[in-house]
């Protein structure tokens, strides 16, 4: 059964760099599709940030691009989310889940979610 | 703003069918057959209902379908049960550059 964890500061404060880690278990990451972050703020819609493939090959938001990175790391078969330059405005839920579809936002398999919150 | 339009709200009775809209553009939705819908109930994670315009993942009953015309998707429930009463979500392939867009939301009320 394939499991994803988010793990990572629930509290980062404004203008410092974001950073949450996904394990997954019970699929190798080595094996395929695409695997992409999330995020929820409370009370609102969700947010597509960025996926990507165990290659490296990223995708982004361009709302967020400038901002975001996303990396993986085989080994540890994890992925992680790094946001610089935080504001209030990126205090959300933040999931990561696999892309069935390729790239396409056919989110299968999610974490339970991590709430980060930036404030001082 | 959301790049896909949903409306707010929709409702209806147990039994009855109800379909969500989900409205892109040409660069999007229009462009490709990559229409997802999520289920997300109170404090739940979201959950795949529907991929690729119409494919539902192992589990997921076929009450639940999708289709699309022009730049507009569409998620029907038929057989509406009071556990339906949540947030549905569409979103859709963008291209390379956009990549991947969601829309605002609906939320269902089971009567």
């Known amino acids: 059964q394939v499991q994803l964890q988010e793990s990572g500061p629930g509290l980062v404060k404004p203008s410092e760099t974001l950073s949450l880690t996904c394990a997954v278990s019970?699929?190798?990451?080595?094996?395929?599709?695409?695997w992409g972050w999330i995020r929820q703020p409370p009370g609102r819609g969700l947010e597509w940030i960025g996926s990507?493939?165990?290659?490296?090959?990223?995708y982004y938001s361009p709302s967020l691009n400038s901002r975001v990175t996303i990396s993986v790391d085989t080994s540890k078969n994890q992925f992680t989310l790094k946001m610089n330059s935080v504001t209030a405005a990126d205090t959300a839920i933040y999931y990561c889940?696999?892309?069935?579809?390729?790239?396409?936002?056919?989110?299968?398999?999610w974490g339970q979610g991590t709430l980060v919150t930036v404030s001082s | 703003q959301s790049a896909l339009t949903q409306p707010r709200s929709v409702s209806g009775s147990p039994g009855q069918s109800v379909t969500f809209s989900c409205t892109g553009t040409?660069?999007?939705?229009?462009?490709?057959?990559?229409v997802s819908w999520y289920q997300q109930h109170p404090n739940k994670v979201p959950k795949l209902l529907v991929y690729?315009?119409?494919k539902r993942p192992s589990g997921v009953p076929d009450r639940f379908s999708g289709s699309k015309s022009g730049n507009t998707a569409s998620l029907t429930i038929s057989g509406l049960q009071a556990d339906d009463e949540a947030d549905y979500y569409c979103?859709?392939?963008?291209?390379?550059?956009?990549?991947?867009?969601f829309g605002g939301g609906t939320n269902l009320t089971v009567l």
């Open positions: 889940a696999r892309d069935v579809g390729g790239a396409t936002g056919a989110y299968d398999y």
């Open positions: 019970g699929y190798s990451i080595s094996s395929g599709y695409f």
């Open positions: 990507i493939y165990h290659t490296g090959r990223t």
């Open positions: 040409s660069s999007d939705i229009g462009a490709y057959n990559y």
């Open positions: 690729d315009v119409n």
């Open positions: 979103c859709s392939y963008a291209g390379s550059y956009t990549s991947v867009v």
